[in-house]
């Protein structure tokens, strides 16, 4: 795991995109970003360990994709367009970290959600953007 948290903050990094990573905030606060300081804050005491690759890649995706604002990773974060995009980019950075780094010939979508620590009610979304990916 920390081979991933690593490229996905010098990902960061290289996106000038700041990065704050903390042990002060409850296991039930959510990582965040703040679009106009430009910068995600990773609560390192999450309460499902697992899920902080997805949640950095989520936070990412955030200022990747210009959006504004103060939001919160959630696991119902499939809710609104904002939050299904930032997924799907997240997705898409994770799949070529996985790509990259491991040997595959197709990608098991569950395989996959289980290395990352991407929540099950994303399994349909995970399927989709692998497929597509594939695809091409």
Known sequence: MNEII???????????????????????????????QHKIIINLNWHNQKELPFQIAHEISHLLNHDDGVLYYTAFSFKSKIEAAANSTAIELLADYYCDNFVVNDINPVEFMEVFGIPQNLEHQVTNKLNKMSDI
Request: charge should be negative; aromatic fraction near 4%.
């Open 6 to 36: 690593t490229y996905l903050l010098n990902l960061a990094l290289e996106n000038h995109i700041n990065i704050e990573a903390t042990r002060a905030l409850s296991c039930e606060t959510p990582s965040l970003v703040i679009a106009d």
